[in-house]
């Protein structure tokens, strides 16, 4: 990586003392940049004056944090970014509101982050930008009079055009990315759509598929080593982990197994599915609605059976509890309408035990299926598909499970998070990839 530093700008940065944090990006950037080493700049979570910002040392990292003010947090964060971007980019535009003033205030904040970070950047330096919240970043530090190398990695999925079209100032956005020296994104179909839309920058855009550590995880799973599911009673054990969004489909299994368990009853007495969902996002009206879908769905499934059918917990749970249940699962739902990667998915993979592993269930909306292809694979929101697809990972022979594992196992541990992390920085450096030890 030449001879400067590795500084990562995102929306959202760890919380001190490496607590538990929700979401892939900082789940998958964390131990890519402790590996390299460097700066890590962006939102600390909390509200107050615009000009606090805080610095503290990790290790080989140093986060420097600044708070959002109320208005930020309203028209920036909840507002622009998951009122209008979010449903947009994931293919909703059903969902998206747009109330006035929210894409100026959202312009505002990349450049107010520009402008924060601009005095940290020494010549040589690699600035790598993540995600759709700070997009605008790249033209807002041009703009503040940064030359050196920038690069952006979208981590949620691309729309049509048409989509970003019903965005007014679309323009400004489509021109932002002209700004970074490299565009990365998930998914092949991603890149095929965001170089229709904007093509003046089609050429520096390529597809990383993000991966995961998979040797942090079997060690983070290590740690608990009993079973995770103390409500199995020696039933195979359907699990649904996910951020409790309504992108993750998690009605869907629900009422999928609810259809297979009306169809063919004694699959209650078989089968346990775990829905671990942790909160997010709780002050939109839609997630708070997608909770009511889930508690329903949840109640009509315990109405079927005794013991019940579901467990479903609305919390965010220990790391090594959540690792261990990806290690115990017999089979893993992972069925987004649409989703960047889904990282979820590789770690399940990853946790898994070779002489008995577990069946990965994916919706064709998850970036992950592009990748996965021995996964067993349904429509996005193709709910008679799905309750089959369960069916079958059910019943699937040991000798098949085996071998559809292996191929995927080998996509998972060839794409971790490192070769990620070096293939993007060794593209947008423009030389040889850069040197990552483990982390
Ligand atoms: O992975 C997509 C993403 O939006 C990340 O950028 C984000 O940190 C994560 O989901 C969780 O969402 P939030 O930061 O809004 O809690």
Known sequence: MADGRLVVVSNRVPAAGGRVSVGGLVAALRPALEAVGGLWFGWGGSIGPADAIERRRE?????????????????????????????LMHGMPERAELRA?????WRAVNARFAALLRPFLEPGDLVWVHDYHLMALGSELRAAGWEGRAGYFHHIPVPEAELWNAIPHHLEIAAGFEAYDLVGLQTQRDVARLEWYAPAAAGRMRAFPIGIDPQGMRALAGQHPADAFEARTGRQVLLGLDRLDYTKGIPDRLTAFERLIRRRPEVAAEALLVQWSAPSREGIADYQAERRLVDDAVGRLRALASPSPVEARHEVLPAELVAAALRDADVCLVTSRADGMNLVAKEFVAAQRPEA??????????????????????????????????ERALEMPVEERRQRWRSLAATVEAGNVQEWCRGFLATLAGGEAPEVSEP
């Open 59 to 87: 290790g080989r990292v140093e986060f420097v944090t600044c708070a959002l003010t109320a208005d930020e947090e309203e028209g920036y964060y909840e507002g622009f970014c998951n009122r209008t971007l979010w449903p």
């Open 357 to 390: 592993p577990g069946v990965l269930v994916l919706t064709d909306g998850c970036g992950a299926a592009e990748e996965l292809t021995d996964a067993l694979i349904v429509p996005s929101g193709d709910i008679e598909a799905l309750a089959e697809a369960i």
């Open 101 to 105: 003033g929210e894409y100026e205030r």
